[in-house]
């Protein structure tokens, strides 16, 4: 097991110390380099407004700010005031807003960041409000909608001279962290292959907040847009290059009615100019299921479920011997990816999973769909 604050620097997201651009430091003439008076000392603590008290940030999120070292709630933006309110009661928080008002979040010094949980077809516009507040913006995924839409973002976040990240949570999740880690370590050779798999049944009449995922305009995508996006990500950050092709086809059961403007699954392949191939799948047809494999020359290993809040087994099998190594808990993913977005912003460098990521990855959706909407054919990116 490892404590938060050493996965976060073996992720890359802390920096390090006594490193080469320390070695001229007080540190070099005995003195400890942290809490040094004389070495600038910024802010050790990001305050955040929550946007949407939906499932995801009441249930995860939220609750997560409790165990985040460096990080902490002062506002809660809502469509629903007395649930703002409750939830204010329960985290001390006791500064609302709702949509309309939002920019005046502006006049706020008491927020530094905040965290866009809304239905995605919302997030640029929330986004972009709140960049040009002049706050940083950690926002759920998918970015947004679509390709023009993250572009803005983008910009918008370069106008403001603010941090945008997207919320990809199993970076911060210490067992796909660890998975990635094995894979640049040589320890299964040379990656070859990737496959995943993420999806859920899609029951708006018994789950509301299903609602809004079967509806293009709020949605942006389906199934791919909202579960498989996972796979893919996890695709890319374990191959470490973008690919050059993709194809996808479309799979769910004809004539349901659930999926008369969003897609209900999308098998889909990538090619990488180094000869490494993914594929994998989404589905709101399936029962929840996440699924994550890395094919190496010498070695595999699996996750499985790969995406899960509270377990993720990790196999490694190296010559027909298979092991079973925990990095850490999953439940930590939560606050270690708002250490992680605050750590940047403290220490003004990019958050690890920015806004370009999340472009990347829209753009792929996208070249996905126009695949699937012309028989699988070969869509070069
Ligand atoms: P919910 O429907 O549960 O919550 C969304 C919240 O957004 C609502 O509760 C509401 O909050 C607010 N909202 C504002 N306008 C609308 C609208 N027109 N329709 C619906 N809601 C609206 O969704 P989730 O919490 O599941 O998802 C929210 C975001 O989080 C999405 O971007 C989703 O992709 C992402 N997500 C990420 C996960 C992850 O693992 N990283 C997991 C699940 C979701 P209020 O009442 O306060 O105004």
Redesign the pocket.
Known sequence: MIDRRRFLLAAGSLPLLGSAANAATPQAAGQPLLGNPKLPQPDKTTRWAIV??????T??MMPAFRSASNSRVTAL????PQ??RDLGAAYGVSKFYD?GNFDTIAANKDIDCVY?????G??AEYTIRALKAGKHVLC???MASTVAECEAMIAAAKAAGKQLGV???CHFEPNNADAVRRLQAGEIGKLRHVSGDAGFDLTPQQW??H??RAEQA?AGGGSMY?IGIYALNAALWAAGEDPVSVTAVYSYPKDDPRFAEVEGGVEWRLRFASGISAQGSSSYCYTYSSRHQLFGSEGNILLSPS?D?GNIPMTLTKNFVSSSPRAGSASSQFANQIEAFSEAVLANRPHATGGEMGLRDVKIIQAMYQSAANNGAEVKL
């Open positions: 949407g008290l939906g499932t995801f940030a249930g995860q933006v809502s469509g629903n649930k703002a949509y866009i949980a809304l239905p995605p919302l997030h759920e995924k998918p919320a990809y949570r509301p907040p609602k809004w709020l909202d995406m809040y």
